[in-house]
């Protein structure tokens, strides 16, 4: 009889530890998700929508999401007032702080806590940012998807077409594979195309035309519906972008802009730039153009010369040695480090070369190829600034200034600046 106390005790104290805790469950909340979407407000940027319901009042919302295919995870706070029924918006893209291409694809959920402290998260989802101004068609390919709405079927089978070989043949040049799906989206006039950009000034966009874009790692936006040569421009950058680019590591403007429009058919108006330039002895100097200029009057040039100077690398050096270079920089190598590991010589060795390869002579305060160097901005007019008269003198302030650092700091310091030069 004991015995059979002492199970019936056994069996029924757990039953009501469980109903003790269903009421204090319950005091908890159940958060419960009432209702979800997502409006494409292109080219306003994607709103997403919730609504719930708790016994508790839901203190906390956060939308966490992810731009594919490489973008990092976020976290969206949008504004509310708590209570134990939520109605909530919140925007993605559309603004300065975060641009989206047209065909973005976003992965998201919901995250809820209410003020017992329960958690809900909705199951992850996608939605696909598309142009819903016009009717896009949609052409694919292996590793390609062009959207196209001008034109004939025909001239988009053709693009298409290019921008296969385009792929394969500049995945060759740098040794780089693009194992990811590229999209190209085409365009019948900047008016259509200009939402779908990265904003920039005003100035700048009433002065030059963007006939196409790498927008994002694996989507271009190409103007005109038999833009060949754009096309082949556009899509270089993606793999330029798989081959040099990484955590560490960037390529200079001039190494990837002049691989874009190596890879075209021809030069064509940039041709006529560097040629007019080197006629007059009126070139950058290469470490001014690791940035491109932001004066619309430059910019012709600028693609010109870093075409000039990328072909230099090739011809003269041959492919392999070129995709080594990209690969060194993806590493984390500076330009200059890329190129002394790669070459034997830096930005100022490779410029006196390229300058002897177009018949100008070199430039007359290159130092030693292994010492530091000044870009020395101004010296050939092109890429002049405020302040070019004084560059000597800064130049000598500096020297001075290191001579009686390591002075003072003896060889240590010696070695230190070695270090981090």
Known sequence: MR???LVLAVVLLPLLLLALA???????????????????????????????????????????????????????????????????????????????????????????????????????????YDDVRFDFQVEPAAGVRLYWYAGSRETAQEMLQVARETLDR???????????PVKVWVYADSGDMRPALVHRSEAYEERITTYGTRVTSDTVLVLGSAAFDTLRHELAHIVTGVAGEGPYGALPDWLDEGTAVYAQSGPGNYGIAIERAVAGGNVFSLPAISSAPGDPDKVLLFYGQSWSVASYLIDTYGPRKFARLFEALREGATTDGALRDVYGFDQG????????????PPRATSPPEDGARSPGPGQNGTASSAGDGNGTGLIVALVAAVLASALVLGAGGYLLSRRFR
């Open 349 to 360: 060795g490779l410029e006196d070369r390229w300058r002897e390869s177009v018949g100008l």
């Open 170 to 180: 500049m995945s060759h040049l740098l040794g780089a594979e693009v194992d990811f």
């Open 22 to 128: 269903g009421g204090t469950a319950r005091a908890k909340g159940d958060i419960t998700v009432t209702g979800a979407g997502v409006d494409n407000r292109f080219p306003n940027g994607l709103h997403f929508s919730l609504s719930a319901t708790s016994d508790s009042s839901i203190e906390e919302v956060r939308l966490r999401y992810r731009v594919l295919p490489d973008g990092p995870v976020s976290l969206g706070v949008p504004e509310f007032e708590p209570g134990e029924s939520v109605s909530i918006g919140f925007q993605v893209g559309g603004g300065a702080e975060l641009y989206l291409a047209p065909g973005a694809t976003i992965r998201y959920a919901w995250e809820l806590t209410d003020a017992s402290g329960g958690t809900v998260t909705t199951p992850t989802k996608t939605a696909v």
């Open 3 to 5: 015995l059979r106390r």
